[in-house]
């Protein structure tokens, strides 16, 4: 059974960055597609960034582009999402999730397994 656990995140002003972790056990494949997804109060949960523990293939939110990255270690099984020039409309709830899908798509219903959540605040 898989299991996410994140860390990282906290309050950061505009402008700032931040990084989240997310340490994965009980892999049973060769590839899954791992990706960041966030939440705010009442509103459905929209990819933010993905990436394939196979081929490191990535893929990216428009809305972050260019200002986050999502990397993979293999060796400690963990992904990152790097934030940078952080904007408070990047406020929310970050969740990491995986799943076996042979495309990282940016969709939550592609992701079957979904770690506790860790909060991020940019304040301006």
């Known amino acids: 059974q898989v299991q996410l656990v994140e860390s990282g995140g906290g309050s950061v002003q505009s402008g700032g960055s931040t990084r989240l972790a997310c340490v994965a056990s009980?892999?049973?494949?060769?590839?899954?597609?791992m990706g960041w997804f966030r939440q705010l109060p009442g509103k459905e949960r929209e990819g933010v960034a993905t990436i394939s523990t196979g081929t490191g293939t990535t893929n990216y939110d428009d809305s972050v582009r260019g200002r986050f990255s999502i990397t993979h270690d293999k060796a400690k099984n963990t992904i990152y999402l790097q934030m940078d020039s952080l904007k408070p409309d990047d406020t929310a709830m970050y969740y990491c999730?995986?799943?076996?899908?042979?495309?990282?798509?940016?969709?939550?219903?592609?992701?079957?397994?979904w770690g506790q959540g860790t909060q991020v605040t940019v304040s301006s």
């Open positions: 999730a995986a799943g076996t899908d042979a495309y990282c798509w940016l969709l939550e219903s592609h992701y079957n397994t």
């Open positions: 009980g892999f049973i494949y060769r590839s899954y597609c």
